[in-house]
């Protein structure tokens, strides 16, 4: 059996939000395979150094069409992308595009902290 894939986003307003979420849910987080855009992957890694986070790209720079490309490939089994809706985003067509294959491939998608814990307490541990 596999390890659950989660991919983790956040806007930059929300940075410090998904950092202390890793943080408060490590040990859950710790059981399965992270992926992160850039920025993201480095906070959660420099507040949680013991997570194995696997960066990509920069979200304006690629990463969230890297997250997109693995969500197609059936390689990401939940996406938790903690979006700051008061901020304006230079590449918002990127995030629609991400949000949308989250959507046509039917996997969990988590927006804000509360949805996310209700994405973790799905998560069955590995035997």
Partial sequence: MRRTAIALVAHDAKKD???????THRLKLS??????????G???????????????KSGPLGGDQQIGALIAEGRIDALIFFVDPLS?????VDVKALTRLGLVYDIAMALNPVTAEMVL???EPLT
Avoid: N, S, W
Avoid at 17 to 23: K, P, S, Y
Avoid at 31 to 40: K, Y
């Fill in 17 to 23: 939000a998904m950092a202390e979420f890793a943080a």
């Fill in 88 to 92: 304006p985003m230079p590449h918002d």
């Fill in 42 to 56: 480095a906070r959660v890694i420099e507040r949680c150094p013991e997570l194995q986070v696997k960066r990509l």
């Fill in 31 to 40: 059981a399965c395979d992270l992926f992160a855009t850039g920025t993201t």
């Fill in 121 to 123: 307490a799905m998560i």
